[in-house]
């Protein structure tokens, strides 16, 4: 069982930069790989970034490339989506998900998941 919890959503201007935090608590985190995922209204579950918490091994799909960057403090089993050059599009729910064993894209794949933030953007 992985245990996850967001923080760091808000409200944010156009341009403007953000850090989110997920801290996660199980014995099976240092052989996780975390992703975050995002949901705006309407829309299904995309696949910002994910990381391995063992190597750091980080993957991005060819969409998120740029302004996303995704890294992990083993130490305090956390895992950070830097955001930077925030854009109203980018408003969602911002999900953190654990899966068992590798980097995997689909949501469905992962089997942990962590309650959310809202991140908000402004014009």
């Known amino acids: 069982q992985v245990t996850l919890v967001e923080s760091g959503g808000g409200l944010v201007q156009a341009g403007g930069s953000l850090r989110l935090s997920c801290a996660a608590s199980?014995?099976?985190?240092?052989?996780?790989?975390l992703g975050w995922f995002r949901q705006a209204p309407g829309k299904g579950r995309e696949l910002i970034a994910a990381?391995?918490?063992?190597?750091?091994?980080?993957y991005y799909p060819d969409s998120m490339k740029g302004r996303f960057t995704i890294s992990r403090d083993n130490a305090k089993n956390t895992v950070y989506l830097q955001m930077n050059s925030l854009k109203p599009e980018d408003t969602a729910v911002y999900y953190c998900?654990?899966?068992?064993?590798?980097?995997?894209?689909?949501?469905?794949?992962?089997?942990?998941w962590g309650k959310g933030t809202l991140v908000t953007v402004s014009s």
């Open positions: 998900a654990a899966r068992a064993e590798g980097i995997s894209t689909p949501s469905w794949t992962y089997q942990y």
């Open positions: 199980g014995h099976t985190v240092s052989d996780s790989a």
């Open positions: 990381i391995t918490m063992s190597r750091g091994s980080a």
